[in-house]
């Protein structure tokens, strides 16, 4: 048996708290992508949404008597239920998969203050530096997981799980031995030894310091899982380069892991003034790059279509020097988690004071879950719903208020590091430092190698096959997770084009991956995204064997949903197709039927004409009859071809022009359960 002894040391506390906050972002994305699955079925808020409440758990704690420790024994077991949580959560569906997510992340909201209880007896400036360096390299694990995956976490793949398995149960032996072997520290050397009467003294630290200090640790937490530990989010906020992204995110955090390990001096000379200068450049960058791509939608008809034409080089590289500035300076906000964190400990609260802070800060965090979800749900939420139309930049806004005011809190002498702060040998630094560096080479790596690099197809081509399919945001009919099985449909359907709709998946409510990038990625396909993320409308996109050209998006009039089409050229042998995909409103009124009028303006005096998507009507309603005036709807023109299909409600449809009439030779729907919408295929010869 391993001796607990071997885990006394500082880079073991520091390999638990990454692991378990490894742990913790991959049970909140879960948690929170599973409730927004339970009531994207019923497309209503149900009582699912209750589940939120098991964010509010450090509740419990408020309970706990003032002078009462916990024991390295409950504090172990805590643990090993959120690492149980973890690998139970993966074998679950639906509500059970909720409830166990949920147990497991009102566990960790729970272990977090204790366990920075049971840090506050060791009052040097490691804890701080060790909460730091312990975020930054889960955010590199995180990052590296998603990235092999093409934006999926690796360890979702059913044939991959184990990685998650074995990272659960080396958590598990790490947080027993080290838990079991924490004492106090005592060190004489470079001022280590603990400032006994400090100001920070617990009847001079208020409840409202401790609940300060806490929020912008939280928000802090919140900023990472909202888009740091996913950067295909600002690529799809932005349409700025992802390689690009990923490479400055990784890069940035090793620098700061560096400096943190050897040479946490230098932090002590950013002073008051530059921290809140740094912070405030962080956040008006960050909020001015979601600003510059977010569209504030008219309410008048007059107006639309709106259209978003594409950027010339000059524009692209202005528009995002917001985001390359906000990447680049994005480590202030792990410099920002270190001496909070290290600030928190010295206050040295009670447990129960803790519970208050924590209470109140996971509120913070379950408000902005739902606001920034009702950034794109507002059409289905009553009274308040309208009010984060075209709001994500003030939700970024707020979060990112919390971690620059709370900073303000910090005691100047709180932010004073030695070159030997990080108190491990030298050897094992440069070890810990050339693993970690290692780690973020691999992933730069591994974006450029599993990125897609298409070209045309080769040899002769007598028919092509267009695709629609509506994934409903990587959810099957049943509403669990589904990537795999809607890339098999895709797969076997062997399409040259695809329209993909509701593929708005780079949002939490989806665990901020990108279905788009995934299947152009496995089936080595152009793509073109569509509308941005920041614009909170459904997602369509064009993926294709063949270059795109002149893809644009525009937007439709809508009082509800807003609602937008892709319009792009395809040239196959010597034909040029002119694609459009769309996904239209949910109700048959005035607004939903100047959507038609408005994508027939634009059909109009054109040659090879696809139009394909989700249209939410019926062949017997008006908006149809409307289409087929001007375009035609393959199915009726396959007539038998389609095996005797005779599904009559359908509102998956592809029509073409006139010119392409005699060239339809047939119309399937296929896919099954693997969404909650069946996929539309059409062969058309050459």
């Not at 659960?168 to 050397?189: F, H, N, P, R, W």
């Amino acid at each position: 048996m391993v001796s607990v002894n071997l885990f006394k040391n500082k880079q073991s506390e520091l390999l638990l708290i990454s692991l378990m906050f490894v742990i913790f972002f991959q049970l909140i994305s879960d948690f929170v992508e599973t409730i927004f699955s339970l009531n994207l079925i019923t497309v209503s808020l149900n009582e699912n949404v209750l589940g939120v409440f098991f964010i509010l758990a450090p509740i419990i704690l408020i309970f706990y008597g003032k002078n009462k420790e916990v024991t390295k024994k409950s504090l172990i077991i805590l643990g090993e239920i959120i690492i149980s949580c973890r690998i139970l959560e993966s074998f679950l569906i639906l509500q059970p998969k909720m409830i166990a997510a949920g147990i497991g992340v009102g566990g960790f909201l729970i272990f977090l203050p204790v366990f920075i209880k049971k840090k506050i007896q060791d009052e040097d400036e490691q804890t701080g530096l060790l909460m730091g360096l312990g975020l930054s390299l889960a955010l590199i694990i995180l990052i590296c997981f998603k990235t092999l995956g093409s934006s999926f976490d690796i360890t979702l793949f059913f044939w991959l799980q184990w990685i998650s398995w074995i990272l659960c149960g080396a958590t598990a032996i790490v947080l027993y031995g080290v838990i079991m072997t924490m004492e106090k520290q005592e060190y004489s050397d470079n001022k280590l030894v603990p400032n006994t009467k400090s100001d920070n003294d617990p009847q001079h630290s208020s409840t409202w310091k401790i609940a300060g200090l806490t929020i912008g640790m939280i928000s802090i937490i919140l900023m990472i899982y909202f888009t740091f530990c996913s950067p295909t989010v600002f690529s799809r906020w932005t349409e700025a380069n992802y390689i690009a992204i990923l490479i400055i995110l990784v890069s940035v955090n090793f620098i700061f892991i560096y400096v943190a390990i050897f040479k946490p001096d230098l932090i002590s000379r950013i002073n008051r003034r530059i921290l809140l200068l740094w912070n405030g450049i962080f956040i008006s960058s960050l909020t001015i790059a979601i600003l510059l791509n977010q569209l504030f939608f008219p309410p008048y008809y007059e107006e639309y279509p709106i259209f978003v034409r594409p950027s010339t080089t000059l524009e692209v590289l202005i528009f995002q020097i917001p985001l390359y500035l906000m990447l680049l300076v994005s480590p202030i906000i792990l410099i920002d988690f270190t001496i909070l964190s290290r600030e928190l400990v010295l206050c040295k609260p009670s447990l129960p004071k803790l519970g208050k802070s924590f209470t109140l800060a996971s509120l913070f965090f379950t408000l902005m879950i739902f606001a920034i979800i009702f950034t794109i749900t507002y059409d289905y939420i009553p009274v308040i719903g309208p009010f984060f139309r075209d709001g994500l930049w003030y939700v970024f806004l707020v979060i990112g208020l919390g971690i620059t005011l709370s900073v303000i809190l910090v005691k100047e002498k709180t932010m004073i590091f030695y070159r030997n702060s990080f108190h491990i040998h030298l050897k094992n630094k440069i070890l810990i430092s050339s693993l970690i560096g290692i780690l973020c080479g691999a992933t730069a790596v591994s974006a450029i190698m599993v990125e897609s690099y298409p070209s045309k197809p080769s040899g002769s081509v007598d028919s092509i096959t267009i695709f629609s399919y509506n994934i409903q945001q990587g959810f099957d009919k049943y509403g669990e997770k589904n990537f795999e099985g809607q890339l098999k449909v895709i797969k076997d359907a062997d399409a040259d084009i695809i329209g993909l709709v509701e593929s708005d998946l780079a949002r939490i409510s989806s665990g901020n991956a990108d279905f788009v990038r995934y299947v152009a990625n496995e089936l080595n396909l152009y793509s073109y995204y569509g509308p941005k993320t920041v614009t909170g409308n459904y997602g369509v996109a064009l993926l294709s064997k063949y270059p795109i050209k002149n893809a644009k998006t525009f937007y439709m009039y809508s009082i509800g949903e807003q609602t937008a089409t892709i319009q792009a050229k395809i040239k196959i042998k010597h034909t040029t197709y002119n694609i459009f995909v769309t996904h239209l409103g949910n109700f048959d009124d005035p607004s939903q039927r100047s959507q038609i009028i408005t994508i027939i303006d634009q059909v109009k005096h054109k040659d090879n004409v696809i139009l394909m998507g989700d249209f939410n009507f019926e062949h017997d309603e008006n908006r149809y009859n409307m289409t087929i005036e001007e375009l035609n709807d393959c199915w009726e023109i396959a007539g038998d071809s389609n095996g005797g299909f005779k599904m009559r409600d359908r509102i998956d449809f592809i029509f073409v022009s006139d010119d392409l009439i005699g060239k339809v030779d047939e119309c399937n729907y296929l896919g099954g359960d693997n969404s909650d919408h069946p996929a539309v295929s059409v062969d058309i010869d050459i």
